[in-house]
């Protein structure tokens, strides 16, 4: 979509639908395409400022689910993104929350 001007620019949502897609596809290498996908996207939007590249909290819900699905499941990564969340002040929501605790709890259950 990037490349090609015949179809409209993507948008937040654009990436939100390709992180979802890598998270329900449960690769190994999901979550290293999910976060590619995402520090895309920020540097677009420090680049342009543009509302419709405004990083949201379902791009990083959709990155929490992309890393535990892709069975990267240390601890660190998880509350790695959760503090990003929380340091540039976007506003978590009880879906975010429970999908964390959903990748503590598969970081926990490897970890025995």
Do not use: W
């Not at 976060?35 to 791009?59: K, T």
């Not at 340091?87 to 879906?95: E, P």
């Amino acid at each position: 979509m990037e490349r090609d001007s015949a179809i409209p620019s993507p948008d937040i949502y654009s990436y939100v639908s390709a992180i979802d897609a890598l998270a329900a596809e449960a690769r190994a290498d999901s979550a290293e395409e999910a976060r590619a996908l995402v520090a895309r996207l920020e540097a677009l939007y420090r680049q342009s400022s543009d509302p419709n590249l405004r990083p949201n909290i379902l791009l990083y819900t959709g990155l929490v689910r992309a890393v535990a699905a892709s069975g990267e499941l240390e601890s660190a990564a998880i509350h790695s993104i959760e503090d990003h969340v929380r340091r540039v002040g976007i506003g978590v929501d009880g879906v975010f929350c429970k999908a964390v605790e959903t990748a503590l709890g598969k970081c926990r259950t490897r970890a025995y």
